[in-house]
């Protein structure tokens, strides 16, 4: 979740049930501070399932989030976002399709903040 003011409810909702739910209340702008997503990293193990329900929830620019696709996948964690219904698998020079497919992400910086919906 980016901000304070955002509704996690709504957040939750569109995530469904979750074993480990990892929660910011910032803004995904920085990495740097991001303990939440820190944590995320160090906790994912091979096998196991990020859920987002959107990118702009992981990341705020396509260079971070091709980055921290690129760690959960190289670890062997899947990553999975909802509304784009993208998933993420295997570490390849596919992991860097975010990047080109400019149909997924046309509206990426476009969303208003009071709009999004979860982190993970």
């Known amino acids: 979740m980016a901000s304070t003011d955002q509704n996690l409810a709504r957040q939750l909702a569109t995530l469904g049930e979750v074993d480990r739910l990892f929660e910011e209340k910032q803004s995904?702008?920085?990495r740097a501070g991001r303990t939440a997503l820190a944590d995320l990293i160090g906790y994912a193990r091979k096998g196991d399932t990020v859920v987002v329900s959107s990118?702009?929830?992981l990341?705020?620019?396509v260079v971070d989030l091709n980055q921290i696709v690129g760690e959960l996948v190289a670890k062997g964690v899947?990553?999975?976002?909802?509304?784009?219904?993208v998933t993420?698998?295997?570490p390849?020079?596919?992991t860097s399709v975010v990047g080109s497919h400019t149909t997924i992400l046309k509206g990426f910086f476009k969303k208003s903040?009071?709009?999004s919906t979860a982190l993970l």
Do not use: P, Y
């Open 59 to 61: 990341a705020r620019s």
């Open 92 to 94: 390849s020079e596919r």
């Open 113 to 115: 903040n009071s709009v």
């Open 28 to 30: 995904g702008a920085r």
């Open 88 to 90: 993420f698998l295997v």
């Open 78 to 85: 899947v990553v999975e976002f909802l509304n784009e219904r």
């Open 55 to 57: 990118m702009d929830r």
